[in-house]
């Protein structure tokens, strides 16, 4: 027998290791994700004072710093009993948008396009750089914002600063939907690409899907309900609380089987799943969706590799959302924060990231301490998923092309180890 073994593993934040264990022969026996660290966040935070948690949480991830915050300040919400204005949700909505808009692109720039768009990244960083102008002017920071408040935001754009996110926000929408529809006839006229999206080999088999979506069946990146597409194709809305107690984590690491179902099913989150069981707000973002169930075979889209062009989707949709919502800034006007409402002991925020879907549940004691604490990162629900993808390669002969291969996987699969290990129950204890 012999052993290959990858440590650290690139394009993967975080240290993990990869190990490919083969027979005498030189067949793959099995192959194994393991993350390498385990942070403990959540024990650290009992006993604090429960506001500062989203002054904390956002450094769980780097690139979903926002969805951390926006998650903890909608628990606050709760917890205090406050209704936040409508101005206070559409300014946390485009913050959160942005945020999921520039770790897209970003992923798309390091990720994608090098390989299979020719290196074309300017336009993406263009973007990019204009996303941080508005996030800033929103949220105070481009990183670990400090807008937010239990029942509101601290802080509204000026009538200056709306003139500068309007024309950022022009541009971003002109770039991306040439940029878009550049990449999609690339990827079409890729004989590379396209065998990857109708290869076996790449399809997540016996996998379900979860992403929130809105009343009415959009996406819901800040508000919506969690549904569930299973692998027997049924569909349902459950609970947020029902979903974050189903979501376990097994206490074996490295294998990290995600009992979402029966018989060891895994559950898939991010672009993917949220094209999958919503729809968008753009008509170009339909058009992508429609071409990729093309190329693809038909829905629901199961093949890792729709991953990189589902975030392009989103990217086109996230951009039109937000035009759409400062092109008449009135909503501006009201009111920023609600102080109105009667304390209680338990406080639970669902947002979407892109990753997927983050969510925070605290409880607190009669003079406001954390006692409780569960925090569910995407990272922790995709990593199963990834070594369930990677049982495909028992058998088959190990070559440096097959490590190539996997490693392949796992940059697309764009897992986020902080966040995935401290949602891992080791030996029965919550880290």
């Known amino acids: 027998m012999g052993k290959v073994i990858v440590d650290p593993v690139p394009w993967v934040t975080g240290y993990s290791r990869l190990t490919v264990e083969t027979s005498d022969d030189n067949r793959v026996l099995s192959i194994l994700f393991e993350p390498l660290e385990k942070r403990g966040l959540e024990k650290v935070l009992k006993g604090r004072s429960v506001e500062l948690l989203p002054t904390i949480t956002p450094s769980i991830c780097g690139s979903d710093s926002w ?51 020719g290196g074309d990244v300017k336009p993406l960083v263009e973007v990019i750089n204009d996303v941080r102008v508005v996030k800033e002017i929103i949220g105070g920071r481009t990183r670990n914002p400090i807008y937010g408040i239990a029942g509101g935001v601290t802080r509204k754009p000026g009538s200056s600063d709306v003139e500068v996110i309007m024309d950022r926000l022009s541009r971003i929408l002109d770039i991306l939907e040439k940029t878009s529809k550049s990449y999609m006839d690339k990827i079409s006229s890729s004989r590379e690409y396209t065998a990857k999206l109708s290869n076996d080999k ?75 069981l919503g729809k968008t707000y753009s008509e170009d973002a339909e058009e992508i969706i429609d071409k990729l169930v093309e190329l693809s075979g038909g829905k629901p889209l199961i093949n890792i590799f729709v991953e990189p062009i589902a975030r392009l989707v989103e990217s086109l949709d996230i951009s039109y959302r937000l035009n759409k919502l400062f092109r008449d800034p009135s909503w501006l006007s009201g009111e920023s924060i609600s102080f109105e409402g009667k304390r209680t002991n338990a406080g639970l925020g669902v947002v979407e990231s892109s990753r997927g879907l983050v969510i925070h549940k605290y409880g607190v004691s009669g003079d406001g301490l954390v006692d409780d604490v569960e925090i569910l990162d995407p990272s922790g629900i995709r990593l199963p998923v990834l070594n369930k993808l990677l049982e495909k390669y028992r058998g088959s002969t190990y070559s440096s092309e097959l490590l190539d291969d996997v490693l392949e996987i796992v940059k697309i699969m764009d897992l986020c180890i902080p966040g995935a290990s401290k949602t891992l129950r080791l030996g029965g204890v919550r880290g």
Do not use: Q, W
Request: one cysteine or more; hydrophobic letters at 40%.
């Open 67 to 117: 969805s951390h915050y926006i998650a903890s300040i909608k628990a606050l919400d709760i917890i205090y009993g406050r209704k936040p204005p409508l101005t206070a949700i559409h300014l946390r909505e485009a913050g959160l948008l942005l945020d999921i808009l520039e770790s897209h692109l970003r992923y798309l720039a390091l990720k994608f396009a090098p390989k299979y768009i």
């Open 202 to 276: 790449y399809r997540l088999k016996n996998t379900g899907f979860i992403a929130l979506l809105d009343g009415d069946g959009k996406i819901g990146y800040y508000d919506g309900r969690p549904v569930i597409l299973g692998p027997d194709g049924s569909r349902r809305m459950v609970d947020e609380g029902e979903l974050i107690d189903h979501l376990v984590v097994s206490s074996r690491l490295g294998t990290c089987e995600l009992y979402g179902g029966r018989n060891g099913e895994v559950y898939m989150v991010g672009a993917i799943s949220r094209i999958n």
